[in-house]
T-cell receptor
Framework: AQKITQTQPGMFVQEKEAVTLDCTYDTSDQSYGLFWYKQPSSGEMIFLIY??????QNATEGRYSLNFQKARKSANLVISASQLGDSAMYFCAMREALIKAAGNKLTFGGGTRVLVKP | DVKVTQSSRYLVKRTGEKVFLECVQD?????MFWYRQDPGLGLRLIYF???????EKGDIPEGYSVSREKKERFSLILESASTNQTSMYLC????????????FGPGTRLTVT
């Protein structure tokens, strides 16, 4: 089974509107972390936001917020007030077993391509 | 700012050639990673290293090896390149332990003909 599933391969969003990118995950660990990255057409991966499994509040970072529903194992990214520069690929990723000392490995989903229309 | 650099943005090699991809980070990070990125598959971990001379296999290590002789440098080696290794290769680094985001290089698009 896939550990990280992003069901939306691509989507359009109107400028200034909000968009929600879906991410579901599968883990048996109690302690884990969820990340979102943005990859513009230039190729570099840009870290956006992080949510720990024990964090009680949903993470927010500027126009980015993470809708964390632990029981449903989902960690959806919400981008508010979309801008043309938000057009990019977006990847959800998970780090399992945070108590492990070494590695900090991430497992990535397949990504969602977002195109913001003016 | 953290900087992760990769030796080439684009590389074209022939089947059977030995290929070296180099990655350097300037933030004294303990962890370094090599991923390959293919459409629809996201990023898949090839190898990672959590210390000098230490390495662990990721999810798809077959056909690859790595070397980390210095803390700032992590090399990915394709011993005998094959066409199915045509891909985008991304290097990343992070602080050791705890929770830390990974910082990525610009990627190397490798084409094996």
């Amino acid at each position: 089974a896939q550990k990280i599933t992003q069901t939306q391969p691509g989507m359009f969003v109107q400028e200034k509107e909000a968009v929600t990118l879906d991410c579901t995950y599968d883990t048996s660990d109690q302690s884990y972390g969820l990340f979102w990255y943005k990859q513009p057409s230039s190729g570099e991966m840009i870290f956006l936001i992080y949510q720990g499994s024990y964090d009680e509040q949903n993470a927010t970072e500027g126009r980015y917020s993470l809708n964390f529903q632990k029981a449903r194992k989902s960690a959806n990214l919400v981008i508010s007030a979309s801008q043309l520069g938000d057009s990019a690929m977006y990847f959800c990723a998970m780090r399992e077993a945070l108590i492990k000392a070494a590695g900090n490995k991430l497992t990535f989903g397949g990504g969602t391509r977002v195109l913001v229309k003016p | 700012d953290v900087k992760v650099t990769q030796s080439s943005r684009y590389l074209v090699k022939r089947t059977g050639e030995k290929v070296f991809l180099e990655c350097v980070q300037d933030m004294d990070h303990e962890n370094m990673f090599w991923y390959r990125q293919d459409p629809g598959l996201g990023l898949r971990l090839i190898y990672f290293s959590y210390d000098v001379k230490m390495k662990e296999k990721g999810d798809i290590p077959e056909g690859y090896s790595v070397s980390r002789e210095k803390k700032e440098r992590f090399s990915l080696i394709l011993e005998s390149a094959s066409t199915n290794q045509t891909s985008m290769y991304l290097c990343a680094s992070s602080y050791g332990g705890g929770v830390s985001e990974q910082y990525f290089g610009p990627g190397t698009r490798l084409t094996v003909t």
